[in-house]
């Protein structure tokens, strides 16, 4: 019973999505499920480990996504300032060290997710071309029969 639902838990995105649930704001959430419920469709995981992946990806794009939309707020929070001191005090004023700080570290926040999300696909295309290998063939007299067998990681 207790498996099953935790079974359930997992296939469903729901135990992903409640790691990444600091504050439990369901539409962060349902956020994170719409990107992830993208991810499988268009991928298809064929088995567990494939799908955790898929997870992994989907939870690297919403941090991508969430840190990007930060830098723009940052920015434009700035840009704003900017504007009225320049019409309150007819001149441009230097950016605050600690905007400029704040803005960089978004940034960087921003590059690290995309980062992840692209070594997390390219560990999908990893793993799906290390998939199975079958090998064989047995050409006996006109008749040609093909015998396949599944070759291990040991055996390449």
Known sequence: ML??????????GHRTARALD??????????????????????????????????????????YLEWSGHLHMQAG?????????????????????FSAEAMAESAQ????????????IAALGEQRRAGPVYVGQVNIAPQQVNIARLVSDDDR
């Not at 991928?43 to 941090?63: H, I, K, N, Q, T």
Request: proline share 4%; aromatic share 10%.
């Open 109 to 120: 926040m921003a590059e690290r997710a995309h980062a992840r999300f692209l070594r997390t």
């Open 77 to 97: 929070t700035e840009a704003e300032i900017e504007r009225n001191d320049l019409g309150r005090h007819g001149k441009w004023k230097p950016q605050r060290i």
């Open 22 to 63: 600091w504050d439990g704001r369901p539409w962060d959430r349902a956020r994170f499920l719409a990107i992830r419920d993208s991810f499988r469709a268009d991928y298809r995981p064929c088995s567990g480990l494939e799908a955790a992946l898929v997870d992994l990806a989907a939870e690297a794009f919403g941090d």
């Open 3 to 12: 498996n099953g639902a935790a079974r359930d838990e997992l296939h469903s």
